[in-house]
Nanobody, 120 residues
Framework: QVQLVESGGGLVQPGGSLRLSCAASGSIFRIVAMGWYRQAPGKQRELVATLNAGGGTNYADSVKGRFTVSRDNAKNTVYLQMNSLKPEDTAVYYC??????????????WGQGTQVTVSS
C-alpha cells in the first residue's frame, strides 16, 4: 500500500504564489510518474502537471509558464510551484503517483486533496 500526504494549499490573492508538496510512502518498488490534478466545483478533474521517472514533464496549457512541477527522488516527494495565480486556478488539487508495488504490478494512487483558493 502507498500513502500520499499533501500540504501547501490555502488562500492567496491573484498574482500570488503557492507551493504544494506531496510525500509518498509505503510499499513503493518503483515510481513511474508523479503529478498533480485539480477539480473545480462543477467541473471534471483535469491534469495540471506530471513528471515521469525520466524527467519528462507535461503541463496543461492553462498553467504553462506559471506552474513548475519538480521532484525530490530521495524523499519520494513531488512539488508544484504555482506563480501568477489566477482566480480560475481555484480548485482542489490532488497529488497522483503511478508506482510499482512489486516487480510486475503497478497502480495509481491519489492524495486526499488540498484546497487552493485565489481571491482578493
Amino acid at each position: 500500500q502507498v500513502q500520499l500526504v499533501e500540504s501547501g494549499g490555502g488562500l492567496v490573492q491573484p498574482g500570488g504564489s503557492l507551493r504544494l508538496s506531496c510525500a509518498a510512502s509505503g510499499s513503493i518498488f518503483r515510481i513511474v510518474a508523479m503529478g498533480w490534478y485539480r477539480q473545480a466545483p462543477g467541473k471534471q478533474r483535469e491534469l495540471v502537471a506530471t513528471l515521469n521517472a525520466g524527467g519528462g514533464t507535461n503541463y496543461a496549457d492553462s498553467v504553462k509558464g506559471r506552474f513548475t512541477v519538480s521532484r525530490d527522488n530521495a524523499k519520494n516527494t513531488v512539488y508544484l510551484q504555482m506563480n501568477s495565480l489566477k482566480p480560475e486556478d481555484t480548485a482542489v488539487y490532488y497529488c497522483n503517483v503511478r508506482a510499482y508495488y512489486s516487480v510486475t504490478s503497478w497502480d495509481d494512487y491519489w492524495g486526499q486533496g488540498t484546497q487552493v483558493t485565489v481571491s482578493s
